[in-house]
């Protein structure tokens, strides 16, 4: 502050900050770093000098950064991004530094405690401020950064007429002197809003409600429940892509670019735009349909009891997520190959309407090394950490362990990141629910996973004749004639059968007098038991 001024600027109005969503994060950093010069000076303390903003991409770290610059009563903010700071060698990028703060030390060499304020604000300050000797065989350039950081914010010269603001996605990558109290010491989560948050989408509604842009029938509620896990400029961007939905409908198109002005005056963005625009903007966060539609494309069929029980007992462990205290669930789908775990797993997921879902599957890291597919199941878990309710479903668990009968062989290095990634609760207030699938139960139980999942379910296959009869009557493919055909070989026989829908899309390739021959042949050489084909 300068003399007696007050340290909120006069001009500034909440309402008019565009911060939406960002309630919460703003008043605790107002509690922490807005006090009068006088009563710091009386208690004898010293004010915040930085502050760290963390968080996914897009979440208002920058907007909330500028936004507090505009609300002291301060010097204009200067906004660097870090990559700027590297200059060609040591002594430029150290001078670089040095030029930030020279005007802090000028004014506060003159002025002494009547000193204004200093805002300095580092974007993607990680770029800068990496651990200091993790950068194997590199000329030091970061390393001097960071000294010659830490030394203005609080070295032996310090500044008291500075506020640092960082802003960075990867807050485990920055030097751990820079975060101690005295430098970077408030330390804030920017993450994706909440449902409160998601309905100050809404801090554009009453700007487009002012000027007759947005028409009645758009239901702001509705518009947040759709848009779970949307970052902040990803709900900007759907404002934007819902505007020219609008527009395109008052352009004609001919042999030149005509507007209906006629209509342009009534010109008024309506739910049809903002559902029409869901279609193409996804959030980078959310859930991503076409992750999972592919396991589920043919639906599961509830062929009798075990399968019930199944989704039955799956449900619950959905609904522990949703309603208990406890921030991890695990359960463990373990049966034969071909039972349909990994279709119910996805089918569960679905089900869930969790704001966040993601298959770790093997199939999307084929050619990976064991590091390359710890980091990528490592990012998954870390994306799902970012949401309030989660769902990660880890399928084919041996696959992605290399495991192979003979040897036997299996990565011992994605066995320890798997187990730890299994443990680990999310952070506080988010829950995470895993759902994990595996062909080899005796397997997992030796390496000591069975442990990591607080459930183990069974999903068995078709084992009796009645399961078999029940199954093909809800898939339709047979008529009722050849159904009573299969009926008399298969009834009250034990069989098992995994791969249903192959066998019976096989046998109707068939001429259809030979359909249900096909298909009890199929059946004798996928390993049905106990049945006397004639």
């Known amino acids: ?308 029980r199944v989704l039955d007992d799956v449900e619950l462990q959905v609904q522990q997520t949703k309603n208990s205290d406890q921030p991890l669930v695990s359960v463990l789908l373990e049966g034969p190959p071909h039972s349909g775990k990994t279709a119910l797993a996805a089918k569960i997921a679905e089900e869930s309407n969790f704001s966040f879902i993601k298959i770790c599957s093997p199939d999307k890291m084929i050619g990976f090394s064991e590091t390359a597919k710890c980091q990528a199941m490592k990012k998954i878990f870390n994306d799902a950490y970012n949401s309030q309710l989660s769902c990660v479903v880890v399928d084919d668990i041996e696959r992605l362990l290399d495991y192979v009968p003979v040897g036997p062989w299996f990565s011992n290095l994605v066995l320890q990141a798997l187990l730890v990634l299994l443990k680990k609760d999310p952070p506080q207030g988010r829950k995470l629910l895993i759902i994990g699938t595996t062909s080899h139960k005796d397997v997992l139980q030796q390496m000591e996973l069975l442990t990591a999942f607080s459930t183990t379910i069974h999903v068995p296959n078709i084992a009796t004749g009645e399961q078999l009869l029940e199954a093909l009557e809800l898939l339709g493919n047979f008529s009722d004639k050849e159904r009573t055909i299969i009926a008399q070989q298969v009834k009250d026989k034990e069989i098992l059968i995994g791969i249903l829908l192959m066998l019976i899309e096989m046998s109707l390739q068939m001429d259809p007098e030979y359909h249900v021959r096909k298909f009890l042949a199929l059946l004798r050489e996928e390993g049905a038991r106990s049945l006397d084909f004639e």
Not at 19 to 28: A, R, T, V
Not at 84 to 112: M, T
Not at 236 to 254: C, D, F, P, W, Y
């Open 1 to 308: 502050n300068q003399g007696k001024s007050p340290i909120i600027n006069p001009d500034w109005n909440f309402e008019k900050m565009g911060i939406g969503g960002l309630d919460k994060e703003f008043s605790d950093i107002f509690q922490r770093i807005m006090f009068p010069a006088e009563i710091v000076e009386q208690m004898g303390c010293k004010h915040v000098k930085g502050i760290l903003l963390y968080g996914p991409t897009g979440c208002g770290k920058t907007l909330l950064a500028r936004q507090i610059g505009k609300m002291l009563n301060a010097r204009e903010p200067k906004v660097v991004n870090g990559p700027e700071i590297l200059g060609k060698d040591v002594r430029e990028s150290g001078a670089n530094i040095r030029k930030l703060f020279a005007d802090a030390e000028e004014e506060q060499r003159k002025l002494g405690a009547n000193s204004g304020l200093h805002i300095i604000i580092f974007d993607e300050i990680d770029a800068i401020c990496k651990q200091r000797g993790s950068m194997a065989g590199s000329t030091g350039v970061h390393d001097t950064v960071v000294n010659q950081l830490l030394s203005k914010i609080d070295g032996v010269e310090q500044l008291n007429n500075i506020l640092v603001i960082g802003m960075t996605n990867r807050p485990d990558l920055i030097d751990e002197a820079l975060l101690r109290p005295g430098r970077l010491e408030v330390k804030m989560e920017i993450g994706l809003p909440d449902e409160k948050g998601y309905k100050s989408f809404t801090s554009t509604q009453p700007r487009m409600r002012g000027h007759r842009l947005l028409s009645a029938d758009v239901d702001i509620k509705e518009l947040a429940t759709e848009t779970k896990n949307f970052s902040g400029a990803e709900l900007e961007g759907l404002m934007r892509a819902a505007q020219s939905t609008t527009m395109n409908r008052h352009i004609k198109v001919t042999t030149k670019v005509e507007v209906d002005m006629e209509k342009a005056e009534s010109l008024q963005v309506t739910r049809e735009d903002f559902f029409a625009s869901l279609e193409n903007i996804k959030p980078a966060f959310g859930t991503n349909q076409e992750d999972y539609a592919s396991y589920i494309m043919n639906g599961i069929i509830k062929w009798g009891d075990p399968v019930t």
